[in-house]
């Protein structure tokens, strides 16, 4: 009887170990230390990096040590609740590893997990899927801007060749960052995120760098008209700050880099919110900034007693063009920065999945404004083919307000007001 009764106890012991081992919370990794290193497991004594154990088609990290509002916690029957999003997770459908920091021991646990199913949660896929085409056809819009102001010879002017600088950047981001938003962080090759992530970082800065320039032009024509400076050595001088500007920003980002990685870590962007608000957000703040600045020193000198009611309007016209080419590219990334604040953890928000697809169509909005809603190019594109589209012949009775008649004084039927303003 009394053997029975061990044999009772023994098989109930083993039980209630079972049941209590099923409720420790799934490691990553198989390996001793359970870590992970560049988004796999740490290598094994064979020297391979075998990948995560957790199965499911897209994956994203909860780190509360870096961020706030990665909090977590396990329950006791094993399930993981993220307080950001109020929501508790099966043991299935996350894991925990280690992660260590690049510049020093310390080992922090993280937490990766599942997004919901798609027949319950469909909007991360649908978003991705509709950004990225979106930004692609962005590019195409782009693109044709480009070949518009190809086609059209009167479109020489130092304004007109910045913008197309300008154009030809932002078309060039929009083409890296549709790649970026089709591949999901954990689903794509670390070599090929950092291949992707620096030229886009470069083309970010660049566009931003060059719609300086715009403003800085039409600032020119309107206070500094009697600076004596060759149009040329002017030219020269948007393309050397540019460049410059954007080639020292991706060598710091490239140093620091390689000092601590930063981009590619844990997904095809920056590792840290600290390293994306000095490195992004900061810079291209202060080049808006600067637009802002001489945005308005520009409008209060418009009423310059000096010009007559033709050269007032026309710089206007102008002033407006290209003040509504400023302000897509900072309204975009107001939004931009506001989506990133509040949209960490807000996948499903239709709010911020309209405005990010609103961003999205950047380019397009841009064309709009270059081309469409532009008198003096519709004009000059009446007739005309365009990629086997004929432009409405009645495009050529539209007046052109960008441009002055002088064709009393012997200067053409239409020269530019900064030609009439030397």
Request: proline share 4%.
């Amino acid at each position: 009887m009394n053997f029975f009764y061990f044999l009772f106890i023994l098989f109930g012991t083993s039980l209630t170990t079972s049941a209590i081992a099923k409720l420790e919370p799934q490691k990553c990794c198989r390996n001793e230390k359970n870590l992970i290193e560049k988004n796999r497991c740490a290598k094994n004594d064979a020297g391979k990096s075998p990948p995560i154990i957790l199965k499911c088609e897209e994956k994203y990290i909860l780190n509360p040590t870096e961020m706030n509002e990665d909090y977590y916690n396990v329950t006791e029957d094993a399930r993981l609740y993220i307080a950001d999003m109020d929501s508790y997770l099966m043991s299935s459908e996350y894991c925990l590893v280690n992660m260590q920091e690049e510049d020093g021991p310390d080992i922090y646990e993280i937490a990766i997990v599942c997004f919901p199913p798609y027949e319950n949660f469909d909007i991360p896929k649908i978003s991705h899927e509709i950004k990225g085409i979106l930004i692609f056809t962005s590019a195409i819009f782009l693109f044709l801007t480009l070949y518009i102001y190809y086609r059209l010879p009167e479109l020489r002017e130092t304004q007109d060749k910045v913008t197309i600088f300008t154009v030809f950047c932002l078309m060039t981001f929009m083409i890296f960052l549709g790649c970026l938003q089709i591949y999901v962080p954990f689903n794509t090759n670390f070599d090929f995120c950092l291949f992707l992530s620096f030229p886009t970082y470069f083309f970010t800065i660049s566009y931003f760098a060059w719609l300086n320039c715009v403003i800085a032009n039409v600032w020119k024509i309107i206070i500094m008209r009697k600076w004596k400076i060759k149009e040329s050595r002017w030219y020269i001088l948007n393309h050397v700050y540019a460049w410059t500007f954007a080639i020292t920003m991706t060598t710091i980002v490239a140093y620091k880099h390689v000092l601590k990685p930063s981009l590619g870590v844990t997904s095809c962007w920056f590792h840290q919110n600290h390293d994306q608000w000095i490195l992004v957000y900061l810079p291209i703040s202060i080049m808006l900034s600067i637009n802002v600045v001489l945005s308005v020193w520009s409008s209060i000198h418009l009423n310059n007693p000096n010009y007559t009611l033709d050269t007032i309007r026309v710089l206007r016209k102008k002033c407006i063009l290209y003040l509504k080419l400023f302000l897509l590219g900072g309204f975009t990334w107001i939004f931009e920065v506001l989506s990133y604040t509040f949209n960490d953890h807000s996948p499903s928000a239709w709010v911020w999945i309209i405005i990010d697809s609103l961003n999205c169509l950047h380019g397009v909005l841009v064309f709009c404004v270059l081309i469409l809603w532009r008198q003096r190019i519709r004009k000059e594109l009446a007739n005309q083919k365009i990629l086997g589209f004929t432009c409405p012949s009645h495009w050529a009775d539209i007046n052109n307000d960008e441009q002055i008649c002088l064709e009393n004084e012997g200067k053409g039927k239409y020269d530019l007001v900064v030609k009439a303003l030397k």
